[in-house]
């Protein structure tokens, strides 16, 4: 093996380690994104008060996710 080649393997196999560490920054960049927007959603749900998504195309999730429920204030006592 000639010097020449020995330089050109060592090039190849640094710029091979230079991407995959830029490949391993750029998921970590990703996944800190996405929690980032996850919790930004989960926020926001927060501040809609309830806390339970909404159901548009549906009865929605019923009685147990209203924010008050009839049935606790001693309206309907047995």
């Known amino acids: 093996m000639t010097p ?3 330089a050109s393997i060592l090039r190849s196999r640094e710029a091979e ?3 995959a ?6 998921e ?4 800190e994104a996405e929690a980032r927007a996850e919790e930004a959603e989960a926020e926001l749900w927060r501040s ?5 998504p909404l159901y ?5 999730p019923g009685p147990s ?3 008050t429920n009839p ?3 001693g309206r309907f006592e047995r």
């Open 28 to 31: 970590a960049q990703a996944r």
């Open 17 to 19: 380690a230079t991407a």
């Open 48 to 52: 809609r008060g309830t806390g339970a």
């Open 71 to 73: 049935l606790d204030h």
């Open 21 to 26: 560490a830029q490949a391993r920054t750029a």
């Open 4 to 6: 020449a080649e020995q």
């Open 56 to 60: 548009w195309s549906s009865w929605g």
């Open 65 to 67: 996710t209203w924010p």
